[in-house]
Structures are given as structure tokens and as C-alpha cells.
């Protein structure tokens, strides 16, 4: 079955940027989705169609896509953004999407 | 206002069945596809199952094929999923996301409804 494959966590200082990937071997067809996770509340959209951002989603989020990796950028970390962060795509035939196992970003 | 409301999650025991629906309200519901995404107590999000809005094409995740069935009613705004023959791994809190137009990605969600398969 298809994966997507994060990296467990990543850690910055506030003002930093993060960079969060994810890989899969279908990204150079298939759009990545990005999702931000607090503790206890249903995920958020932050960026779509690889790079798009959602109206009321900060500029410091940004996205990117090339070759089979996918980037979350968060130019300048907050403390408030500390949460866990998903991608989500499909497989080549579009049938079966999936998720990443999750990144914890960290920001202290 | 988007809103997604979901339903009917309990304690059932481990072969039972269960049928979640989700009430959708503040968007032409007939337009868009649905999915249903699941998270385990302390694990990451599982994608289930998705329904295109005239449901034409379903789709599921391979560990719920042939169990879970997905289902919508456009006149009166609600999405289902029937589970059937239930694991105990199928804990979980169970969303409902409105796809993006033309898009197999969720923009908006609900905030769950929580299932738990023991004995």
C-alpha cells in the first residue's frame, strides 16, 4: 500500500523557519495537502495544492513540491504553532488517499 | 458558517456494528465529496473512506474494505458510515471533512465522534 513518510519531529527557536517533508513516490503527480494538529481539536488546512494557502492561514506558511518530496515551510515559528502537521495525498490512480504518520513540531 | 457535526459514536463490542452520520449545515452539501478520517488514541490520522457528491465513486481504506459502508443522503444533508464486523483497532475518533472543489484533500471538519470496540 502507498506511504507518505515524515520525519517524527522537528525542533526550533522561535523566529526560525521549520521545514517539514514528506515523501512519496506518486507527489510528482498527486497534490500534497497539508494539516496542522493541536491537542484535543480536529485537524486544520494550511496549505492545499501543494503550495496554496486557505484564507485566514498566516503568510509564514508556505508550501512546495518537487520531484517526490513535499515541503512545509513556517517562516518565522511561533510558539502557537506547535502542534503536530500531517500531509495527505493519493496514490497514482487517485483511489486511495493517505497520511503521513505525523511531525511533532516543536518551537522553544 | 461550514459545519459538520458527527454522530452516533459508543462502546460496542468486538464483531458489532455501529453507524456514524454527520449533519451538514452552511454549504450546498449536494456539491462537494465527503470523506470519513479516523485517529487512534495517540496516533496520527487514517484516512477511511471518501464518497463523491452524487456518489458515483467510493473509495476505501484497505483495512476497513468489506466492512465499512460508506453512504450519503444530499436531501437532507447528512453523510453515514455503517461499520460492521468491528476490531478492537478501529478505536478511534472518527471526523467527517468536506472535500476542497475538485480536490480529494478536506478543508473543513468536524470534531469527531469517538468510537470504542471492546469487550
Known amino acids: 500500500s502507498y506511504e507518505l513518510t515524515q520525519p517524527p519531529s522537528v525542533s526550533v527557536s522561535p523566529g526560525q523557519t521549520a521545514r517539514i517533508t514528506c515523501s512519496g513516490d506518486?507527489?510528482?503527480?498527486?497534490?500534497a495537502y497539508w494539516y496542522q494538529q493541536k491537542s484535543g481539536q480536529a485537524p486544520v488546512l494550511v496549505i492545499y495544492?501543494?503550495?496554496r494557502r486557505p484564507s485566514g492561514i498566516p503568510e509564514r506558511f508556505s508550501g512546495s513540491n518537487s520531484g517526490t518530496m513535499a515541503t512545509l515551510t513556517i517562516s518565522g515559528a511561533q510558539v502557537d504553532d506547535e502542534a503536530d502537521y500531517y500531509c495527505?495525498?493519493?496514490?497514482?490512480?487517485?483511489?486511495?488517499?493517505?497520511f503521513g504518520g505525523g511531525t511533532k513540531l516543536t518551537v522553544l | 458558517e461550514v459545519q459538520l457535526v458527527e454522530s452516533g459514536g459508543g462502546l460496542v463490542k468486538p464483531g458489532g456494528s455501529l453507524r456514524l452520520s454527520c449533519a451538514a449545515s452552511?454549504?450546498?452539501?449536494?456539491?462537494?465529496?465527503m470523506n470519513w478520517v479516523r485517529q487512534a488514541p495517540g496516533k496520527g490520522l487514517e484516512w477511511v473512506s471518501s464518497i463523491s457528491s452524487g456518489s458515483d465513486y467510493i473509495f476505501y481504506a484497505d483495512s476497513v474494505k468489506g466492512r465499512f459502508t460508506i453512504s450519503r443522503d444530499n436531501a437532507k444533508n447528512s453523510l453515514y458510515l455503517q461499520m460492521d464486523s468491528l476490531r478492537a483497532e478501529d478505536t478511534a475518533v472518527y471526523y467527517c471533512g468536506r472535500n476542497l472543489p475538485a480536490s480529494y484533500g478536506p478543508d473543513y471538519w468536524g470534531q469527531g465522534t469517538l468510537v470504542t470496540v471492546s469487550s
Open positions: 495527505y495525498s493519493a496514490d497514482s490512480s487517485g483511489n486511495h488517499r493517505v
Open positions: 495544492g501543494d503550495g
Open positions: 506518486a507527489l510528482p503527480k498527486k497534490y
Open positions: 452552511g454549504f450546498t452539501f449536494s456539491a462537494y465529496s
